[in-house]
């Protein structure tokens, strides 16, 4: 069964201070994988793309990693914001043939940043 | 910016009430999808379309119907709505050539 898991569950950390989103999956066929930014009560908008061949990818203060071979992805975002306040979610498509494809969501990271 | 749109952002009904959360995009997509979201908790997928006339359900049963009539309009309709059904709906529609989720900002539904 394909699976997303996020870590930590929940994150509080001092504006200005670095911080460490996890992603493990076990989904296959893998096709790509994405890290949305969800602000409460929006709706999720797309941060990074990861494809196979890729390990690193940045977008502004956020970077997002790729270790295909251990199935797990990182987003680290530099220098927080309390903008940065949000849920995110990591979600891994696998390509089930056809020219289709299945999205199995993580549950996501919730973080706080404070002042 | 994403082209995905849903009416009403809030809503706030009696039980048995008839309801129709509205979904439309404008970047001609085929593919849409509608989630359902409890509050900190995850996405579930509960309808998606492949395109006009394609309706399937998704991972989590859901009393509710949707319908694809037209390329941009995905909506969703409960017949008689409970307080079980208040949570939050996302709608969604994918650009087929990268793959990539577009969201539309949620309808929030209360069933008093």
């Known amino acids: 069964k394909n699976q997303v898991e996020q870590s930590p569950q929940s994150l509080i950390i001092l504006e200005g201070k670095n911080c460490t989103l996890q992603c493990n999956y076990t989904v296959s066929p893998f096709s790509n994988l994405r890290w949305y930014k969800q602000d409460t009560g929006r709706g999720p908008v797309s941060l990074t793309i990861?494809?196979?061949?890729?390990n690193t990818k940045s977008n502004g203060r956020y970077t997002a990693t790729l270790d295909a071979d251990t199935k797990q992805s990182s987003l680290h975002i530099t220098a927080s914001q309390l903008s940065d306040s949000a849920s995110y979610i990591c979600v891994v498509s696998a390509n089930s043939g056809a020219g289709s494809y299945q999205l199995t969501f993580g549950k996501g990271t919730k973080l706080s940043v404070i002042p | 910016e994403a082209d995905i749109y849903q009416t009403p952002r809030y809503l706030v009904i009696g039980t048995g009430k008839k309801i129709t959360l509205e979904c439309s995009q404008t970047m001609g997509h085929d593919k849409m999808y509608w989630y359902q979201q409890d509050p900190g908790m995850e996405l579930h997928l509960i309808h998606y379309?492949?395109?006009?006339?394609?309706?399937e359900k998704g991972d989590l049963s859901s009393e509710s119907t949707v319908s694809r009539i037209r390329t941009e309009h995905f909506p969703l309709t409960l017949e008689s709505a409970r307080p079980s059904h208040t949570s939050q709906y996302l709608c969604?529609?994918?650009?087929?050539?990268?793959?990539?989720?577009?969201f539309g900002e949620g309808s929030r539904l209360t069933v008093l």
């Open positions: 379309s492949y395109g006009v006339n394609s309706t």
């Open positions: 990861m494809t196979f061949s890729e």
């Open positions: 969604a529609s994918r650009d087929q050539n990268t793959g990539e989720l577009f």
